[in-house]
Nanobody, 119 residues
Framework: QVQLVESGGGLVQAGGSLRLSCAASGFNYAMAWFRQASGQEREFVATITWNGGHTYYADSVKGRFTISRDNAKNSVYLQMNSLKPEDTAVYYC???????????????WGQGTQVTVSS
């Protein structure tokens, strides 16, 4: 059974940075970050292949966010810089067999961590 636990969310001012972490048990998967703002659908943020060789980003975060992973620590990270109020959402870590952009492609999900960016 794969379990994913996110951490690192919080309140930050616009222009600031946060680093999210996701600890995983059972880690031979492509990993991704999604987010869901209040009243909106869950949206893709970034994904990384199982060996870290390829990464893909949503246009809205490209150049500001960086996804990475450390397989020795069974962890995936999301470094978020130049944060904007519109980045406010619950951020979810997900694991799946391939680095897709759609939520149904992922079988395993964490509980989420809240990120709030104040203006």
């Amino acid at each position: 059974q794969v379990q994913l636990v996110e951490s690192g969310g919080g309140l930050v001012q616009a222009g600031g940075s946060l680093r999210l972490s996701c600890a995983a048990s059972g880690f031979n998967y492509a990993m991704a970050w999604f987010r869901q703002a209040s009243g909106q659908e869950r949206e893709f943020v970034a994904t990384i292949t199982w060996n870290g060789g390829h990464t893909y980003y949503a246009d809205s975060v490209k150049g500001r966010f960086t996804i990475s992973r450390d397989n020795a620590k069974n962890s995936v990270y999301l470094q978020m810089n130049s944060l904007k109020p519109e980045d406010t959402a619950v951020y979810y870590c997900a694991g799946g067999s391939s680095p897709g952009r759609r939520a149904p492609e992922y079988n395993y999900w964490g509980q989420g961590t809240q990120v709030t960016v104040s203006s």
